[in-house]
């Protein structure tokens, strides 16, 4: 079991809290293989995970609350305090209201070692075109929540681990398996061609709807709502799908 060395902070400005400084540089975050956690409920279930932990900046009130976890964690830990007046500084603060925490991406399955690893009947969801990190983290929420074997990110979507995907995931992104892909459409061709069921959520007129439809080795399909500038379902997936789906 690891210890955590707690490091009182007179300014942000230390060169130990730069990641915490710069949120906004996501690119910059997952070229360095780390993630941002804000938020209590996010922490503890980053706390709860197989995640390394690198450190957390926190107030006293939040660290009174996680010493319980922080005392569990294999790993030795730095955590950094500083009062909520300090922390409002930091991008974000209505989100993550004086806690935060650095984790390391552990490396992640690929697509077919998820999909041999996977028992049947198999349940994918497969997402294409979403930028928005909020939707892409509600996406992996869902498929916590119905018990997705995994979720395939396509190469026209945003990284599942940047910080606003991580909080709309309310944190189970430690736990939902994900494969992230550099051809959308080869891989859905793969797994149709396996036998897996293919359908598309899509709000045409004469969609099934999702609950009436078997689901028994299936993957679904979700992309951004499509617009002049950014369409949503690309023609070449959506040729993949056997049935397109309203999602309610």
């Known amino acids: 079991m690891g210890t955590f060395h707690i490091h009182p902070v007179e300014s942000v400005d230390i060169p130990e809290l730069e990641l915490y400084r710069t949120l906004r540089r996501i690119d910059e975050h997952e070229r360095a293989g780390v993630l941002v956690a804000a938020s209590v409920k996010v922490i503890k279930r980053l706390l709860a995970s197989r995640y390394t932990v690198v450190s957390l900046l926190l107030t006293p009130a939040w660290l009174a609350q996680l010493e319980p976890l922080l005392r569990a964690r294999p790993e030795d830990l730095h955590v950094y305090l500083a009062d ?8 974000g603060y209505k989100l993550h209201q004086g806690a935060l925490a650095v984790a390391k991406i552990p490396p992640q399955p690929d697509f077919e070692t998820l999909l041999g690893c996977s028992p049947h009947p198999l349940l994918i969801a497969a997402v294409e075109g979403i930028a928005s990190a909020e939707n892409l983290g509600a996406v992996v929420r869902s498929c916590a929540a119905f018990g997705a074997h995994f979720l395939i990110v396509g190469e026209t979507c945003g990284s599942p681990f940047q910080r606003r995907a991580v909080s709309g995931s309310m944190g189970t992104i430690f736990e939902q398996p994900v494969a992230r892909v ?9 797994l149709r061609a396996r036998g897996v069921r293919c359908l598309a959520a899509h709000p045409r007129p004469g969609a099934k709807k999702l ?10 399909y979700l992309a951004q709502k499509g617009r002049a500038s950014r369409p949503g379902r690309s023609p070449p997936a959506m040729r993949c799908w056997k049935s397109p789906c309203h999602r309610t």
């Open 211 to 220: 609950a009436a439809v078997c689901a028994a080795t299936a993957v679904c």
């Open 182 to 190: 550099d051809n959308l459409v080869e891989r859905l061709t793969t």
């Open 84 to 91: 909520a007046a300090m922390l409002e500084t930091i991008t």
